[in-house]
């Protein structure tokens, strides 16, 4: 946006520069080759995970063994018990160098007590790769072996007590995670303990389980003594486990927070000596997007680098989180976590020559892996990534509803390719709120997914203080907060802006109270499809917003950009929960408060812009309704309506504390008594004039929001032409657009 030129070419300069260190190169587009399809304008060299090699192995089938899964918990029309050893997916794996792997299924059948009769193994797998020439694309098991206690090392009963060879069961350990030492034994991560696990090559228990070092254990721990209290969550033990480059050292990862952590996306690391068999004093704390997310597998890349997994508990659809972070053990943020950037969004991969096409949900031209356990990653030795799931049989059905996922292993290329780039600016209003309840952290990851350049959080704030994204402070229209009857005290009128409003108001509820709700389609008579999702996500927190934007990019390759406005800045200010010092506070504590950071601060009213040119150097917008006048003009006594600020002489105003303007569309170019669009005005071109960058709002899909030459019929939710309305708007000289499905926008500029 542009105010004070200096800013403007600074943090363009800064933008180019931030996108080259992510791995992008601004060229301009070659001249066609005769024939070539080469895109046009401008485009960028980004690197585009791209699907190379698949392969899958049968939900069901089945390994000799005894039976299985007779108290497993029935799904997708499958009851145990199953007539062998089911194979659950694979939580680990490894690559021997050979085209074979070993694949480490984890308990079975997800707990404790239905897993007895579920054996721990550990198979070698020869993927028959299914590529761009074709292939099988099936997963063979050549041979296994089975984890056991035959030499007596464990001093507490195990499901397979009087059994000679003491083969142990998904009812003695939860294990998740493997690496082999350079001796070829193997060390285990697992959840009961949690433990450190150490097998030979045949899979026989060498010593005894490590725990972890200040004793801290989980509610299935054996060692858990009557009255003694648990610090690790269930099921949160050791999910990942890294090795060093010399292996001497491991880095086992805790699934979740610890339950007396007060912040609960803290995922702690821990380094493991194997020469002496104890913890070392080292650990790091990684923070994930959000605090339901959980570390799913890890990998050594390099000295200090690792690969992590880091996924939701969704499934298909519904699925927010499936990512692929590399760390760095030896930098930290300023607060103290360890830093992280993305190598692959699992859910964003392009497939160019369709592999796996048609085998379910997400096998198209972009490719994902939209499982509920995202478990393994692996680097192989020509750089490629491959992953792979665990598929909790018969439970998971992401692929097709009601039928339970196979496990499948892809390989990923993670060469650079051209992609075309754009100068207008694609905003992904409240996130893509077109699809996905607005406000959402799956609102946000869908607006990147569909290539939005910046995600929109509005800010409003809790209680204690805490900035979180609604798009108004009563929240009964976005939350499931009017079916909770533990909140029913909490409704009450309120004068918001000199209007009465009833409902449920965030300054009411402490964080930890709002975190309880689950948002919901503020429109479902339009979108009636989003209300599928309803119940589903948090409140995200700014914090949550800015980290999910900072630890992502765009399809250029660029930083994901975030655009909050402060809402009723006024109001809050008059409550003593003033939102501009937090929100500052908040960009700087996520490093992104300077004027090249790729944030755009929005709002209504102007008092407050004033008041954040003077505490932020990032770029401001002074959005423009197309009546009446901002909030604290009327406090104020002041006469001014947002046409006068829209005057030649109101925008040279504007320029001199903001950087651009956020305008309602018919500010731009108003509609005619027909409804359709009507002569533009002069308000683009006086802006421009005024040095002041020019983003219109809102371009929705619906018939309802459209102007009349572009809806397709009479039905207020039926889906109209929205890519021509935004043309339009292009031509007309807009630098940037909010809009509520984002993938039509990039298309219609593109």
């Not at 070419?9 to 587009?29: E, N």
Request: aromatic share 8%; with cysteine; proline share 6%.
């Amino acid at each position: 946006m542009g105010h004070r030129t200096d800013r403007v070419q600074t943090r363009l300069l800064a933008l180019a520069v931030a996108a080259a260190t992510a791995t992008v190169i601004l060229i301009p587009a070659p001249a066609n080759a005769a024939g070539a399809p080469e895109p046009q304008g401008p485009t960028s060299k980004v690197v585009e995970p791209t699907l190379v090699a698949r392969a899958t192995l049968s939900a069901d089938h089945l390994e000799p063994g005894p039976a299985s899964g007779a108290l497993a918990t029935p799904g997708n029309g499958r009851t145990g018990p199953f007539a062998g050893q089911v194979v659950p997916g694979f939580s680990a794996m490894i690559d021997n160098g050979d085209g074979t792997f070993w694949a480490q299924p984890d308990n079975g059948f997800g707990a404790k007590g239905n897993s007895a009769d579920f054996l721990l193994r550990n198979y070698l797998v020869r993927p028959a790769w299914e590529t761009a020439d074709g292939g099988a694309g099936e997963i063979a098991i050549e041979r296994f072996i089975s984890y056991n206690d035959r030499d007596h090392v464990l001093d507490f009963p195990i499901a397979n007590e009087a059994m000679p060879d003491r083969l142990l069961t998904g009812a003695d350990f939860d294990i998740e995670s493997v690496v082999r030492a350079k001796d070829g034994t193997f060390w285990v991560g697992e959840e009961f303990g949690p433990f450190l696990l150490h097998f030979d090559a045949q899979g026989t228990l060498l010593e005894a389980p490590h725990s972890l070092p200040d004793g801290a254990k989980s509610p299935q721990n054996p060692y858990l003594a009557a009255g003694e209290a648990p610090r690790v969550r269930a099921s949160r033990g050791f999910e990942a486990l890294a090795a060093s480059t010399s292996g001497r050292y491991l880095y086992p990862i805790l699934e979740g927070a610890y339950l007396d952590d007060p912040d609960l996306r803290r995922r702690e690391i821990l380094e493991f000596d194997t020469k002496t068999g104890t913890y070392t004093d080292r650990t790091w704390s990684y923070q994930t997007d959000q605090d339901a997310n959980v570390v799913g597998d890890a990998f050594t890349v390099r000295a200090d680098r690792l690969l992590l997994v880091e996924r939701d508990d969704f499934e298909g659809d519904q699925s927010v989180t499936k990512r692929v972070y590399e760390i760095d053990l030896s930098r930290t943020d300023r607060d103290g976590y360890v830093e992280k950037t993305l190598v692959l969004d699992a859910l964003r991969i392009a497939n160019p020559d369709l592999i796996g096409a048609g085998d379910g949900y997400g096998t198209g031209g972009v490719f994902s892996l939209p499982v509920q356990s995202f478990e393994t990653v692996v680097r192989l030795r020509d750089g490629r990534l491959l992953i792979a799931n665990d598929n909790n049989y018969p439970g998971n059905d992401a692929r097709i509803t009601g039928t339970p996922d196979d496990t499948e292993v892809d390989l990923i290329d993670l060469d650079r390719e051209r992609v075309p780039s754009s100068d207008v600016t694609v905003v992904s209003h409240r996130g893509a709120s077109g699809y996905r309840p607005e406000h959402t952290l799956a609102a946000y990851e869908t607006a990147i997914l569909q290539c939005a350049d910046f995600i929109e959080p509005d800010v409003v704030s809790t209680k204690d203080g805490v900035l979180v994204a609604r798009h108004e402070n009563e929240i009964s229209g976005t939350t499931d907060v009017a079916s909770r009857p533990e909140f029913a005290d909490r409704k009450t009128t309120k004068s918001i802006d000199g209007v009465g409003v009833t409902g449920w108001f965030t300054e009411d509820f402490t964080l930890a109270e709002l975190k309880t709700l689950r948002a919901i389609e503020r429109l479902p008579q339009l979108r009636p499809e989003n209300t599928a999702f309803n119940g589903l996500y948090q409140v995200p927190t700014l914090d949550e917003v800015i980290d999910l934007a900072r630890h992502s990019v765009t399809c250029e390759g660029e930083p994901v950009g975030v655009y909050p406005e402060t809402k009723h800045p006024t109001y809050f200010d008059s409550i003593g929960l003033s939102l501009e010092e937090p929100l500052v506070a908040q960009l700087a504590a996520n490093g992104v408060d300077d004027a090249d950071a790729p944030v755009i601060v929005q709002s209504f009213e102007v008092a407050n812009l004033r008041e954040l040119d003077g505490l932020t150097d990032v770029a401001l917008a002074q959005l423009i309704s197309p009546s009446g006048r901002p909030y604290d003009f009327t406090v104020a006594g002041d006469a001014r309506t947002y046409a006068d600020l829209v005057t030649p002489a109101g925008l040279e105003e504007i320029a001199g504390y903001a950087d651009g303007i956020g305008i309602e569309k018919s500010v731009a170019i108003p509609r005619t008594a027909g409804g359709t669009l009507g002569t533009p005005t002069a308000v683009i071109a006086d802006a421009h004039r005024a040095g002041l960058e020019v983003h219109a709002w809102t371009f929705r899909r619906e018939n309802a929001f459209l102007p009349a030459e572009f809806r397709s019929s009479n039905d207020p939710a039926g889906i109209g032409d929205l890519a021509g309305e935004i043309r339009v708007f292009v031509e007309a000289g807009i630098d940037g657009l909010f809009s509520d499905n984002p993938d039509v926008a990039v298309a219609a500029i593109g």
